[in-house]
C-alpha cells in the first residue's frame, strides 16, 4: 500500500466509506466466510450454551508473547475507559515487505466435539489481513485467514465456525483439532501499521449435529468476486521479454495495467440484465495451448465471446481483445453491451496488493478512456454512448447509470476518493444467427503507440494480427513435439512454455506477473532448465548472463534481483535476506547449459563466477566445521558440516535447512565437471576434498537426526526434523543424490506422501496444497514407483483452474471458491515443474545413460492410439520416440535422432503380457529382460509381441 501520508488518508477514508457500503449495501457480511460481521442473532441464539473464555481481560498482556517475522513489531497492551472492562491492544508494523505480528498464549485444553470461536474486534488500519491459528500438543496447525477489509474504529463481531480452521502444516496428515496448546492471533501482509483492539475471545460448544453455517454470499455479477469471499481465476496475455502484462478473469473480465482497473462485460437485453451469473461460461485456448484466451459466455438466447492476446514489442505491446455477441434464438434481439471500468483489481485483496484500483479521474475522446490520466483503452468502433459515475454512496451505480444513459456524458469525471467508474455501451440488434463485433485496444505502456484498427475494417486488423501472434506463439512453443492420448497432459506442457516466456522480463526469468513479479535465482534456475529442455537454448543463456554480474565480492549469488528497483538487491540488504540455495542452483544452470549446447567458450567466460560462489560455500561451511559443532556430546553436531541457517527453502524461516545442502553439494559436484572440461586440474583436488566431506557430513547428520528424534523418514530441515518429500525430490532429480540417500528413509517419506494424498483423492475432503509436489513425480519414476507418479499427476491436473487455461498457480484449494493466497495465475515456476514432470515420462539422463519411457501409462497404449515425443533435447543430443500398439497386441517402439549417450539407452520395459517374443532392429537379444531393454545406437526398432494363446 502506498506509504505517502496523504495517499495513505485519502486510502483510508475511501476504505471505510467502501466497506460501510459493503455492510449496507451488499449486505456481504451476513453469512460466515464474509470476514468480520455482526453476529447478533447468533449470538442470541446461543446464549444458552457455556462460553469457554480465551483470555481474561483483566490480566492481559500477562501470558501473551510476540511472535514478529522480518521487519515487523509488535506491542502488546491493555487499555480501556474508566470504569469499564479493559481489552487487549495490539500496536503492529509489518515492515516493508511481507511479514507478521503475531500473539500468542498456551492455553491446554480439551475441545468440544462442535464449537465456534468468537471474539470482538476494533481496527485502527481498513486493510488488515488478520489470521487466527489453533495449535494442538503435537504442532498441528490449523488456521482461518481473511484477506479483506475492517471497518476502521468499530467493534466488530467475528466467528469462526470448526469447519473453517483449515490444517496448514504439522506431523500428522490425517488430523482433527481435537486439543488445544496455543492459539495465536495477529495480522500478516506488507506496510501495514496499526492498533488491533480485542476482547471476549471465547470457544461456543455446540450440539454436534449443528450444520457449518454457508460461506459464500450471492454476489452480483457486474463486480469483481472478491467482494463476496470468493476465489476467481484469471490467467495472462504478453508478449516475450515485455515487462507488462494484462489478466483476462475467467469471468471475462480484463485486468490491462498491473494493479489497475477492470473492464466488466455485461448484457442488457430486453430490458434484462445478464451477468456472469446469468450464463454459462466456457475458458479456451486456442489451440488447446497457445497464450491467447477466450471466455465465451453462453445464454439460452445469445452467446458473448471475448477473446485477447497481446501483440508489439517490448515497451510498447498493446493487448487486443474483441467481443463478439451472437443471437442463438430464432427471434430478433436487440439490448446494449456495456463494458464497465470500475475500480477494481481482478487480483483479489488476498493476493498482496489486490483489491482497489482507485480511479480519481476519467476522460473519454474519440473512442479513447483515459484513467488518471493514462490511457486504459482505444475503443473501434467508439461506443454508442459512455457515462460516468461516483460508486462512492452507489455501489453498482454505474450499471444504473448505463442502462438509463441516452446520451454522452460530461468527457471528464473526477472522483477525489477514488471511486470513479464509467461503462462505454454499445447498443445491438441482431437477427437470428447474426452477429456483432466490438473491439478494445489497450495499450500495456503509458508512452505506447499500439497498431491501432483499421475503423473501417478492424475485424480484418484484428484478425491480421491475432493469426500472426498464433503463428508466431506456436513456432516458439513446437520446437519440440508431445502426443499423448490424455487430454489436457501435452496442452499444459505446451502451455507452460509460453506461459514462462511471457512473465521473462527482457532476460529475466519471473515466475509471475503480479505477486511474482522478480527473479528468484531458485525460481529462475528451474525455469531456465525447463526452457533448454524444451528448446529454448537462448533464454536460459540470456538469464545466466544477466544474473552473474550481480554476484557480490563474497561470491554470494544474490538469492532476488529485483530489476524494477533503483537497487535491485534492497531485499538482501534491507530485509537482512539468508538464502543459501542460489550458490549450488546457479552453478547446476550453468552446467545444465553447457550439456545442452556443449558451449565451452561460454563455460571458459562464466567460470569465474562459478568458483567464486563455490569459495563462498566453503566459507559458509566453515562456520559449522568448528569445534562446537565437532564435539559429537554437543547438541550442536547435528549441524556439523552442513551450511548455516537460511530462509531459501519454501515455508522456512532461518533453519537449517538440507535443501540448501542438497544444492550445495551438486555445486560442487558441477563445479569438478567444469573444471575437467576446462582443464583445471589444479582445482579437481580441493573441490573433490570440500564435495565429499560436504555430503559425508549431509548424510551423517540425516541419520543422527533420525536416531534422535526416532524419524524413519527423510527430514526437511535439522530443527524441526519435518516430513518434506517435495524437497527431498530436488536431492533426487536435480541433484542426483538417489543413490547416496538411505532407501528406506526415501521410500518412508514418498509413503506418507501418498497416505496424505490418498485423504485428499477421498470424496469431500478438505486440503490445501502446494503444487510444486509435481517435483516429486520425476522423484517416484526414479525410485521406480510410476503407478503413485500418475496417481500424482493427474492430481495435479484436476487443479488446474480452470482447466482449460493450462496452468497453475502457487497453491490450491480443495474448494475452488475458497478465498486464500495462490500465488500468480499461472505461476511460472510450478509450470516449469510440471514440463520437468511429463518431460520425465519420456526420458530423462542418469549416469551417462538415457532411461526412457519411465512413466508411460499402459492405459495409452491402445489399438490406434500413439505416445510420442520429437525432438526433445538431451545432454547427448535430440531424440524422438513412439509407442504403437497394432491391432494384433504387437507394441512397435522406435527412437530416432542424434542423441549418443556415452553408456548407452534403457527402455524401461511397458506393462506387458510376461513372456513373447522381443526384437531389437530386427534381431533376437540373448535375454528378454522383464523391466530394461538396452540397446546403444540410433534409429532403434523394438517390437514386443506377445505370447500366443
Known amino acids: 500500500m502506498n506509504t505517502d501520508p496523504i495517499e495513505r488518508r485519502l486510502f483510508t477514508a475511501y476504505a471505510e466509506r467502501f466497506i460501510l457500503l459493503c455492510l449496507l449495501i451488499l449486505n456481504l457480511l451476513s453469512t460466515e466466510g464474509a470476514g468480520m460481521n455482526n453476529e447478533t442473532s447468533i449470538l442470541q441464539e446461543q446464549t444458552e450454551t457455556k462460553a469457554i473464555s480465551l483470555m481474561n481481560p483483566h490480566s492481559v498482556p500477562a501470558g501473551w508473547t510476540t511472535h514478529v517475522g522480518q521487519g515487523a513489531t509488535l506491542t502488546l497492551s491493555s487499555c480501556g475507559e474508566p470504569n469499564a472492562e479493559p481489552v487487549f491492544r495490539l500496536d503492529y508494523n509489518t515492515g516493508k515487505t511481507h511479514s507478521f505480528a503475531l500473539a500468542a498464549r498456551e492455553i491446554p485444553l480439551t475441545l468440544p466435539e462442535r464449537f465456534e470461536l468468537r471474539v470482538r474486534l476494533q481496527f485502527s488500519e481498513p486493510e488488515n489481513h488478520v489470521e487466527f491459528k489453533l495449535i494442538d500438543p503435537r504442532g498441528n496447525t ?94 495472462l496475455v504478453g508478449i516475450k521479454h515485455d515487462d507488462q502484462e494484462a489478466l483476462i478473469c475467467e469471468d471475462g473480465s480484463i485486468e490491462p495495467l498491473k494493479r489497475g482497473p477492470s473492464v466488466v462485460p455485461v448484457v442488457s437485453l430486453h430490458d434484462t440484465l445478464i451477468t456472469r451469473n446469468n450464463v454459462t461460461i466456457r475458458p479456451e485456448l486456442l489451440d488447446g495451448r497457445l497464450p491467447l484466451p477466450s471466455v465465451i459466455w453462453e445464454h439460452e438466447l445469445f452467446s458473448l465471446r471475448i477473446d485477447l492476446f497481446a501483440q508489439g514489442e517490448p515497451g510498447n505491446a498493446s493487448a487486443y481483445a474483441q467481443y463478439t455477441l451472437t443471437n442463438k434464438s430464432s427471434q430478433p434481439i436487440d439490448g446494449k453491451l456495456f463494458l464497465l471500468v470500475e475500480p477494481y483489481q481482478i487480483y483479489p485483496p488476498w493476493q498482496g496488493g489486490g483489491g ?154 519471473q515466475p509471475g506477473s503480479r505477486s511474482y513479479n522478480k527473479s528468484w535465482m531458485r525460481d529462475g534456475a528451474i525455469a531456465a532448465v525447463a526452457l533448454l529442455e524444451a528448446g529454448h537454448t537462448q533464454a536460459a543463456r ?79 561451511r566453515a562456520q559449522r566445521l568448528t569445534e562446537e559443532y565437532r564435539d559429537e556430546l554437543s547438541e550442536k553436531h547435528l549441524y556439523y558440516g552442513l551450511l548455516p541457517e537460511s530462509t531459501s527453502h519454501e515455508g522456512y524461516y532461518m533453519k537449517h535447512s538440507f535443501w540448501d545442502d542438497f544444492w550445495g553439494i551438486k555445486g560442487w559436484e558441477d563445479g569438478m565437471e567444469m573444471a575437467a572440461i576446462l582443464n583445471r586440474d589444479d582445482l579437481l583436488d580441493w573441490m573433490k576434498r570440500e564435495r565429499d566431506d560436504f ?68 470424496p469431500g475432503a478438505t486440503y490445501r496444497f502446494t503444487p510444486y509436489e509435481m517435483r516429486n513425480i520425476g522423484a517416484l519414476l526414479r525410485m521406480g514407483r510410476k503407478n503413485e507418479a500418475l496417481t500424482l499427476l493427474r492430481f495435479q491436473l484436476k487443479h488446474m483452474r480452470p482447466a482449460a487455461w493450462r496452468h497453475f498457480a502457487e497453491v490450491a484449494h480443495s474448494d475452488e471458491r475458497y478465498p486464500c493466497y495462490i500465488g500468480d495465475m499461472p505461476h511460472t515456476w510450478v509450470c516449469a515443474e510440471y514440463m520437468h514432470g511429463i518431460r520425465n515420462l519420456f526420458l530423462y539422463e542418469e549416469n551417462e545413460k538415457l532411461i526412457l519411457g519411465a512413466g508411460i501409462d499402459p492405459a495409452w497404449l491402445t489399438e490406434n492410439q500413439t505416445v510420442a515425443f520429437e525432438d526433445f533435447p538431451t545432454w547427448y543430443g535430440t531424440l524422438s520416440g513412439k509407442w504403437q500398439k497394432s491391432s494384433n497386441g504387437v507394441l512397435h517402439i522406435e527412437f530416432n535422432g542424434d542423441a549418443r549417450p556415452p553408456k548407452g539407452f534403457v527402455l524401461m520395459r511397458p506393462d506387458f503380457p510376461p513372456g513373447g517374443a522381443l526384437t531389437i532392429n530386427g534381431k533376437t537379444p540373448k535375454t528378454n529382460p522383464s523391466e530394461r531393454i538396452t540397446f546403444d545406437t540410433l534409429p532403434a526398432e523394438i517390437i514386443l509381441t506377445p505370447t500366443a494363446e
Open 142 to 235: 490449523f488456521m482461518k485467514k481473511w484477506y479483506r477489509f475492517g471497518s476502521v474504529g468499530l467493534w466488530q463481531d467475528l466467528v469462526i465456525d470448526q469447519a473453517e480452521l483449515i490444517r496448514m502444516w504439522g506431523p500428522d496428515t490425517d488430523v482433527d483439532l481435537k486439543e488445544l496448546k496455543t492459539i495465536e492471533f495477529g495480522v500478516s501482509g506488507a506496510d501495514y501499521a496499526g492498533t488491533i483492539l480485542l476482547s471476549g475471545m471465547e470457544i461456543i460448544p455446540l450440539p454436534p449435529d449443528t450444520p457449518g453455517r454457508k460461506t459464500n454470499t450471492p454476489d452480483r455479477g457486474y463486480t469483481p468476486r472478491w467482494l463476496f469471499d470468493q476465489q476467481a481465476y484469471w490467467t
Open 356 to 509: 482497489f484500483s482507485p480511479i480519481r479521474c476519467m476522460t473519454f475522446s474519440n473512442g479513447t478512456l483515459a484513467v488518471n490520466g493514462t490511457n486504459l483503452l482505444i475503443s473501434t468502433p467508439p461506443p454508442d454512448t459512455f457515462c460516468f459515475n461516483n460508486e462512492n454512496g452507489d455501489i453498482g451505480g454505474i450499471v444504473r447509470a448505463a442502462i438509463n444513459s441516452n446520451s454522452n456524458a460530461m468527457p471528464k469525471f473526477e472522483e477525489p476518493d477514488g471511486f470513479a467508474a464509467g461503462a462505454l455501451i454499445f447498443h445491438f440488434a441482431l437477427k437470428p444467427d447474426a452477429s456483432t463485433n466490438t473491439y478494445i485496444t489497450f495499450p500495456l505502456h503509458q508512452a505506447a503507440t499500439p497498431e491501432v484498427l483499421n475503423p473501417n475494417s478492424p475485424a480484418t486488423t484484428y484478425a491480421r494480427l491475432r493469426s500472426q501472434m498464433a503463428d508466431q506463439w506456436s513456432r516458439e512453443i513446437c520446437r519440440v513435439g508431445l502426443t499423448v492420448p490424455e487430454p489436457g497432459l501435452a496442452e499444459a506442457f505446451f502451455a507452460g512454455i509460453a506461459y514462462n516466456l511471457i512473465t521473462q522480463n527482457g532476460p529475466a526469468l
Open 542 to 620: 540470456d538469464f545466466i548472463e544477466w544474473y552473474a554480474p550481480y554476484q557480490l565480492d563474497s561470491g554470494e549469488i544474490p538469492p532476488i534481483i529485483d530489476s524494477k528497483a533503483e537497487d535491485p538487491l534492497w531485499e538482501e540488504k534491507e530485509k537482512g535476506l539468508v538464502e543459501y540455495d542460489s550458490q549450488g542452483e546457479f552453478i547446476w544452470l550453468v552446467m545444465q547449459y553447457y550439456r545442452f549446447t556443449k558451449d565451452r567458450s561460454f563455460l571458459q567466460t562464466i567460470f569465474p563466477h562459478v568458483l567464486k560462489a563455490l569459495h563462498f560455500l566453503e566459507n559458509l
Open 695 to 762: 555430503k559425508t557430513c549431509v548424510l551423517a547428520s540425516i541419520q543422527h537426526l533420525g536416531e534422535a528424534r526416532h524419524i524413519d523418514y527423510m527430514p526437511g530441515c535439522v530443527e524441526l526434523a519435518d516430513l518434506d518429500p517435495t524437497s527431498t525430490a530436488a536431492a533426487i532429480i536435480y541433484c542426483d543424490l538417489l543413490h547416496d540417500l538411505p532407501p528406506d528413509k526415501l521410500n518412508a517419506t514418498y509413503d506418507r506422501l501418498f497416505d496424505d494424498i490418498s485423504i485428499r483423492l477421498k
